[in-house]
């Protein structure tokens, strides 16, 4: 999400929901419904990726670093949630 956000805008710019969707098809692409947007946006502001301006419509996002250097944060989450979710137990 943060490197298509960089994509549209300069890196540090506010990006809304709208001009992803519209210019990358974020919320296509992943196929998720509401809920699972805001699940997926809430673990993504949680972990510091993101700020979530919800008190606009529509929802502005801002990253707070540049995609290089927050990917391995991402992936880091993305990997306990697999494992997490296949009953994977660390020794």
């Known amino acids: 999400m943060i490197g298509l956000m960089e994509s549209i805008a300069k890196p540090g710019t506010q ?6 969707e ?5 919320i296509t692409i992943t196929g998720w419904n509401p809920m699972e947007t805001v699940a ?10 993101l700020s ?3 008190q606009m419509n ?8 540049l995609s290089e250097n ?7 989450d993305l990997f306990m949630i697999n494992t997490n ?5 660390e020794n």
Do not use: H, S
């Open 15 to 20: 990006v809304t929901l709208t001009e992803l």
């Open 40 to 49: 997926v946006l809430n673990i993504i502001e949680n972990k510091g990726i």
């Open 22 to 26: 519209q210019k990358c098809g974020w």
């Open 85 to 89: 979710e296949v009953g994977y137990e």
């Open 70 to 76: 927050l990917w391995p944060r991402t992936y880091e």
């Open 52 to 54: 979530v301006d919800r």
């Open 58 to 65: 529509p929802w502005i996002f801002k990253a707070k670093d």
